[in-house]
């Protein structure tokens, strides 16, 4: 009998272990899906991968615009518009960008930024600023909804005639606005909002 109720008490105190466990998760990830979680640099997180690889598992934006800037005349080969490649066409970017000694472009505002003692920003993916959109702007956003000017924002993926970039609506669709476009593409030396983000 002694140890049935010894046993009883092992499970129960694992039950309890695992029941606080499983709700802290839970709770974190409706956080995150409610964009209520902050990141380390102090910016708004939008994106959970699942996973931790390839050096990161989070998204985060900065807390407000950083520039309304253009993006360069400049042809970019090889970006892309996927999850996690914002930061390589970033790199491809800035490497267009030096070489036409442009200078205050999207790109170059986001590898310059600093927020939080973090400088490892850069400017995100059609996909990444899409999803941005999605849990910031048009979900549950609370305070990061408000941070976003109703207009399109550059994005770092090229389309790929090379002619212009994809950019992402912020403006809230209404009935009345007909000529409502979701995504667009932009022209290069045109002046857009800017949101910078980083992986963690």
Known sequence: MLVMQSGLGF???CFMK??????????????????????????????????YNDGWRYLEASPKDI???SWGAIDVTGTSEGIGSGRQNTDLIIAQLNSASLTRKAAQ???????????????????ELAEMHKKLKV??????????????YWSSTQTSAGTGVW?????????ED???????????????????????
Request: hydrophobic content about 40%; aromatic content about 22%.
């Open 139 to 152: 979900g549950f956003g609370g305070g990061a909804s408000s941070t976003f000017k109703s207009n399109f």
């Open 18 to 51: 695992y029941f606080f466990l499983i709700f802290f998760l839970f709770f974190y990830s409706c956080s995150l899906e409610n964009a209520n979680v902050i990141g380390p640099a102090g910016g708004f997180v939008f994106y959970d991968k699942g996973n």
């Open 109 to 127: 505002l986001c590898i310059n930024y600093s927020l939080g003692g973090y400088q490892d920003w850069f400017l995100p993916s059609f996909d």
């Open 167 to 175: 950019g992402k609506n912020f403006k809230e669709k209404n009935e």
């Open 67 to 69: 520039g309304e800037v």
């Open 178 to 200: 007909t000529g409502y476009k979701d995504s667009l593409e932009l022209i290069k030396v045109d002046s857009y909002p800017v949101r910078a983000i980083r992986a963690f």
């Open 11 to 13: 499970f129960k105190g």
